[in-house]
């Protein structure tokens, strides 16, 4: 399913010229027009999926195989020297475009940017209620 409103189907899709590094069958990785750093790619499904709540289990397990690809590509040719995986899910977590989207982020030393948060120290209980509601098996 295509959603007519949504930018990033039109341009996973083609509608809209991009900057695209690579495109297949289900994917397309483009340059992001405002990028944290020099190579800053997303990895965009062409169904539209909202977020990964929405989005199918094996569309997740080929976006995440993709991003190896991409990382790897990141590495050979702009020659990072690290790279964060960003994946913003609702807008208290930073997602501005309501379309599923994988942030490969290169990092160079000195760039400037901050992708990271503030440790809290909760206590011992406080952890294991938290674990004990959060037990999956
Ligand atoms: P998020 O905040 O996780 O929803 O990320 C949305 C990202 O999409 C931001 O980094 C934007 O810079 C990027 N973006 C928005 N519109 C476009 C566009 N037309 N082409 C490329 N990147 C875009
Ligand atoms: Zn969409």
Redesign the pocket.
């Known amino acids: 399913m295509k959603d007519e409103k949504c ?1 990033f189907c039109k ?1 996973a899709n083609g509608e809209i010229p ?1 900057n695209s590094i690579y495109e297949d069958e289900d994917f397309n990785v ?1 340059l ?3 990028p944290a750093t020099a190579g800053h790619a ?1 990895i965009l499904p062409k169904e539209h999926y909202a977020n990964l709540y929405e989005l199918p289990e094996d569309t997740a397990a080929k976006a995440m195989k993709l991003a190896k690809k991409v990382a790897l590509r990141l590495k050979a040719v702009m020659h990072c020297d690290g790279l964060n995986l960003v994946q ?1 899910n609702g807008e208290v977590a ?4 309501n379309h599923f ?1 994988l ?1 490969v982020i290169p990092r160079y030393e000195n760039d400037g940017q901050t992708i990271l948060w503030k440790p809290t120290e909760p206590d011992d209980a406080q952890l294991r209620e938290i674990c004990a509601n959060l037990k999956m098996n």
Not at 94 to 97: A, C, E, F
């Open positions: 930018i341009i991009t483009i992001d027009n405002g997303l913003n930073g997602q501005t475009v989207h942030h």
